[in-house]
């Protein structure tokens, strides 16, 4: 069996077309489908259940990226897990089959597929989705510490599989404000394991953040960076490097594709990600009462005020 776990809240019309898509798919294994409710206002879990999925209500302050995912996986009956965003869906009904096909290859812990950005996305989504997720599929391995990277530990919850023994001996961490994924990667690395991007397995999901948001969602990955692919205090000088380079590349890709009238939006919209990403590395600078200003997850930081460092 195959569990596809989904955290949900306020989900609407997202929330049936992914849910549609799954059940659309063509794949030998029985399908269930475990949605986290957190105490959605807009009918989501109602909705859940009448598209056959097994919901699991949880308070909207007990939700956290980790430990709901965590919960989900020891609800779910199948020896596969599979994780996605209610705001995501498949391109067609090979999505699951090909999504868990290399899990029968020993040692690859974790599957994780493409995303593209949905019809109508602004072209500095369009850029950021191709530039993470592109057309080659890759195997990520990591003998030591000090081949974890960006490149290396990219994983994401939005599209991904992974045996359920294996989380629930390695479960995602539950005290990161996000990133749970990356973080999960690099220690199944550095356990020994493979990960895997296979580029056929596709789905659409994309955000239209504001500024503001961007900004936001940009501080939360930045306070997440030291133990999600960077265990080393370089998580700053790293992410300005990554940063700047990542921002030539989509200049240039505007220009190249046609887009030139989006430059201006994206130089305001890139400073706005990368002034989120230097502040969220400096995180344990700032007072609690302003991480909860600048966080997309301003509930996170009355739990957890202080991050624990990597180890």
């Known amino acids: 069996m195959i569990s596809v776990v989904i955290p949900v809240r306020n989900g609407g019309e997202d929330l049936r077309r992914c849910l549609e898509g799954v059940a659309r798919q063509r794949v030998g294994e029985e399908v269930e489908v475990v949605v986290i409710d957190s105490a959605s206002s807009d009918g989501s879990d109602e909705l859940a259940g009448e598209l056959g999925a097994r919901v699991h209500r949880i308070a909207a302050e007990d939700f956290d990226h980790g430990a709901s995912r965590n919960l989900g996986a020891e609800l779910a009956r199948g020896e596969i897990l599979v994780f996605t965003s209610q705001d995501a869906y498949p391109v067609d009904e090979r999505w699951l089959a090909r999504l868990t096909a290399p899990l029968a290859d020993e040692g690859v812990a974790g599957v994780y597929g493409r995303q593209i950005a949905h019809h109508g996305a602004r072209p500095p989504e369009v850029y950021f989705l191709d530039f993470l997720y592109g057309p080659d599929r890759r195997v990520q391995r990591a003998a030591g510490p000090e081949q974890l990277s960006m490149e290396t530990t990219l994983f994401s919850n939005v599209t991904s599989a992974m045996p359920r023994e294996l989380l629930l001996r390695f479960p995602f961490a539950a005290d990161l404000v996000m990133s749970e994924d990356q973080e999960w990667a690099a220690r199944l690395l550095l356990a020994g394991y493979r990960i895997v991007y296979e580029p056929e397995a596709v789905v659409r999901h994309s955000h239209p953040y504001t500024i503001r948001a961007a900004f936001k969602r940009f501080f939360d990955s930045g306070a997440s960076a030291e133990r999600a692919f960077m265990p080393v205090p370089e998580s700053a000088r790293v992410l300005r490097r ?19 009238r989006w430059i201006p939006y ?37 739990r957890r005020p202080e991050l624990p460092p990597n180890t």
């Not at 305001?268 to 990368?274: G, I, R």
């Not at 997850?297 to 009355?302: E, I, Q, V």
Request: aromatic content about 12%; glycine content about 10%; cysteine-free.
């Open 242 to 260: 990554s940063a700047v380079s990542y921002g030539r590349g989509e200049l240039a890709w505007l220009w190249r594709h046609g887009h030139r």
């Open 266 to 302: 994206a130089v305001v919209y890139e400073l706005a990600k990368f002034a989120g990403l230097q502040l969220g590395a400096r995180h344990r600078r700032l007072p609690v009462g302003l991480k909860r200003r600048l966080s997309a997850h301003p509930a996170f930081w009355l």
